[in-house]
T-cell receptor
C-alpha cells in the first residue's frame, strides 16, 4: 500500500489566521517531504525530514513551520500567510531520501 | 541554466504513436532519477525509476545517460489515458535535494 494521506483537502484562511496541514503515512518510510506547487508549475521542495530530523529547509519563510511528531506524521503550521502563498501543498514520503517518493493528494490552500 | 530542464511541449500525438521525452540535468553528482506523471489538479504519481542499465515497464522505457547528463522516456502505442504532464525528477548531489523539471505536456488524440 503506497498511500499518503493529507488533511484537509481544501483550506481557506485569512492572513491573520493560524492553521495546520497534516500528512500521514504507514509505509514505514523514514523520509517525509513538503512541497509547494503553483498552477502550471512543478512542485518546489520546501522541507525534508529524514529519520524525524529536519534535513533540508529550502529557504522557506518562517511563516511556514514544519513539525514531525513521529515517523508517520508530518505537519505544516501556517501563520500570517500572504495571498501569494495560495497553492497546492503536497506531502510525500520515501523509504529513504534517495529513492522514489510517494505523494499525498495535497491540500489546496487559498489565502484571502 | 536550470538544474533540470525539459521541453514543456505540448506534444500532440495520435493514438498508437510513439513519443519520446528528454530531460537534462546540470549536477553531475546527482544520484537517482525518476519519471512521474501528473494529471490536472492531481498529485504526481511515480511512473518509473530510471537506472543506468535502462528499464522497461510495458509500453514505457526509460534510459539514463550519465556521460551526457540526460534521461529519456519513450512511450509506445500511446493511449488516450497517457495524456498528462510528465515530470523528470533528479535527486541527490550531496544532499537530499529533489528537483523537478518543469514538466512536458502530452495530449494523445483519437
Amino acid at each position: 500500500d503506497t498511500e499518503v494521506t493529507q488533511t484537509p483537502k481544501h483550506l481557506v484562511m485569512g492572513m491573520t489566521n493560524k492553521k495546520s496541514l497534516k500528512c500521514e503515512q504507514h509505509m514505514g518510510h523514514r523520509a517525509m517531504y513538503w512541497y509547494k506547487q503553483k498552477a502550471k508549475k512543478p512542485p518546489e521542495l520546501m522541507f525534508v525530514y529524514s529519520y524525524e530530523k529536519l534535513s533540508i529547509n529550502e529557504s522557506v519563510p518562517s511563516r511556514f513551520s514544519p513539525e514531525c511528531p513521529n515517523s508517520s506524521l508530518l505537519n505544516l503550521h501556517l501563520h500570517a500567510l500572504q495571498p501569494e502563498d495560495s497553492a497546492l501543498y503536497l506531502c510525500a514520503s520515501s523509504q529513504d531520501p534517495a529513492v522514489e517518493q510517494y505523494f499525498g493528494p495535497g491540500t489546496r490552500l487559498t489565502v484571502t | 541554466r536550470k538544474e533540470v530542464e525539459q521541453d514543456p511541449g505540448p506534444f500532440n500525438v495520435p493514438e498508437g504513436a510513439t513519443v519520446a521525452f528528454n530531460c537534462t540535468y546540470s549536477n553531475s553528482a546527482s544520484q537517482s532519477f525518476f519519471w512521474y506523471r501528473q494529471d490536472c489538479r492531481k498529485e504526481p504519481k511515480l511512473l518509473m525509476s530510471v537506472y543506468s542499465s535502462g528499464n522497461e515497464d510495458g509500453r514505457f522505457t526509460a534510459q539514463l545517460n550519465r556521460a551526457s547528463q540526460y534521461i529519456s522516456l519513450l512511450i509506445r502505442d500511446s493511449k488516450l489515458s497517457d495524456s498528462a504532464t510528465y515530470l523528470c525528477v533528479v535527486n541527490g548531489g550531496g544532499g537530499f535535494k529533489t528537483i523537478f523539471g518543469a514538466g512536458t505536456r502530452l495530449f494523445v488524440k483519437a
